[in-house]
Nanobody, 130 residues
Framework: QVQLQESGPGLVKPSQTLSLTCTVS??????????WSWIRRPPGKGLEWMGAIGYSGSTYYSPSLKSRTSISRDTSKNQFTLQVSSVTPEDTAVYYCARIPGTMAVLTSTLRKLSEYDSWGQGTQVTVSS
């Protein structure tokens, strides 16, 4: 059974870059045809899909965050990483990494279907504050 674990600083200052890592065990991030996403929940709000990286290394981003977000991976460590630049207090949230099974090619709309995700990390709180 695959397990995901988020790690990274819990406190980030405004205008800095938020960086989180998801470590995957029990399965490879290069296995066909899985996609690995970052999803967040701001306080008092619903879950927001941020972006994903696929089994082949292709990346997908939410249009609202694309200009500030980057997702990459280290296959040797079986990890994938989220970076969000120029953070503001509105980026304060619990951040989750999660896996969704897909097909060889996938649409962003498919990756947004949170009910289709089959594995989730426990989440990590990130607060943006000076």
């Amino acid at each position: 059974q695959v397990q995901l674990q988020e790690s990274g600083p819990g406190l980030v200052k405004p205008s800095q870059t938020l960086s989180l890592t998801c470590t995957v065990s029990g399965g490879s991030i290069t296995t066909n045809y899985y996609y690995w996403s970052w999803i967040r929940r701001p306080p008092g709000k619903g879950l927001e899909w941020m972006g994903a990286i696929g089994y082949s290394g292709s990346t997908y981003y939410s249009p609202s965050l694309k200009s500030r977000t980057s997702i990459s991976r280290d296959t040797s460590k079986n990890q994938f990483t989220l970076q969000v630049s120029s953070v503001t207090p509105e980026d304060t949230a619990v951040y989750y990494c999660a896996r969704i099974p897909g097909t060889m090619a996938v649409l962003t709309s498919t990756l947004r279907k949170l009910s289709e995700y089959d594995s989730w990390g426990q989440g990590t709180q990130v607060t943006v504050s000076s």
